[in-house]
């Protein structure tokens, strides 16, 4: 993690550097993306804090609170916004979480334990983020852990894997070399950035590249959530944004070719579109090539 916390002072200083994030309503060039890092690792550092949840959507703040993590020496719990309110709570409690950061407090009511917690409101990347301070047992996990990382699995409780740093700036690298990245990349992030891949290899990768990373809504792309998939709307966000990579499950790119081909679409700024999570047919891969996306299993 500390290559890319140096990533983003090197690129700061550089002139004329594109835009680190952008979310819907604002976007963060890379020395505000820097500042913005610092000032959140010095609360995380004040409070003591070793363990910390994030149960926040697909914005700016989430990066911010997750590199100030790292900087903070803080392991963070990927939180993903389709786990069940008890999925959740396992999480929490068996990561031993300090603090969780929400914008919604309320909603985030049924996944905290019955012990006392205090709610604070400290802005994050301009963001409102609750700061809900939890009676968790934070220093149980093992050295040099950064992350917490969560799969829910078909039954039973979640299933939790703890990444260290060191791995995780690693596996950034490696994905960044691989995509070829450069500075004028528009990487689309599509999935919940607690989804490991989309964490990794679409924001981190694309930082260390000093590329941009396009943070996408469900309401602008089309993934609600669930089976329902727009893949009009998808092909469309992928278009307007100029994005030039981007991460898919083998369902949106279906819904995508299908789309571009009822549409007779071109994605001319689209150069590496990856897809994982579940297996994909190679009809599916040979159909989207024959359109023209650019996929790689």
């Not at 990066?63 to 069940?84: E, K, N, S």
């Not at 596996?171 to 891949?197: K, T, Y």
């Not at 891969?285 to 996306?293: D, E, I, Q, V, Y």
Request: hydrophobic letters at 50%.
């Amino acid at each position: 993690m500390q290559r890319i916390l140096e990533a983003l002072d090197s690129h700061a200083r550089r002139p004329h550097a594109p835009p680190a994030l952008e979310g819907r309503e604002r976007a963060l060039g890379y020395g505000e993306l820097a500042r913005a890092v610092e000032r959140t690792a010095a609360r995380l550092r004040r409070d003591r804090v070793r363990v910390v949840a994030l149960a926040l959507p697909n914005t700016p703040a989430w990066v911010v609170a997750d590199l100030a993590a790292a900087a903070a020496g803080c392991a963070v719990v990927p939180i993903p916004p389709f786990f069940t309110s008890a999925q959740a709570r396992h999480a929490l409690e068996a990561s031993g979480a300090e603090l969780l950061l929400t914008l919604h407090p309320e909603a985030a009511a049924p996944l905290l334990p019955p012990r006392p917690v205090w709610l604070e409101r400290h802005p994050v990347a301009g963001e409102p983020v609750a700061w809900l301070h939890l009676d968790g047992r934070g220093g149980e996990l093992p050295a040099g852990a950064a992350k917490v990382t969560f799969t829910s699995g078909t039954t039973g409780e979640p299933k939790g894997v703890v990444l260290a740093g060191r791995a995780l700036g690693e596996v950034a690298v490696s994905l960044a070399a691989a995509a070829e990245g450069r500075a004028g990349d528009r990487h689309l992030c599509l999935s919940p950035l607690a989804v490991l891949l989309e964490n990794v290899a679409g924001v981190y990768a694309p930082l260390l590249a000093g590329a941009t990373v396009r943070l996408a809504s469900p309401e602008e792309s089309g993934l609600a959530g669930g089976a329902s998939v727009d893949g009009h709307r998808l092909a469309r966000c992928l278009a307007a944004t100029g994005a030039t990579s981007a991460i898919l499950t083998p369902g949106p790119l279906q819904a995508l070719t299908a789309a571009v081909a009822a549409e007779g679409l071109r994605l001319p700024a689209l150069r590496f579109l990856a897809v994982g999570g579940a297996p994909v047919s190679r009809t599916l891969l040979a159909r989207a090539t024959a359109l023209g996306l650019p996929v790689y299993e």
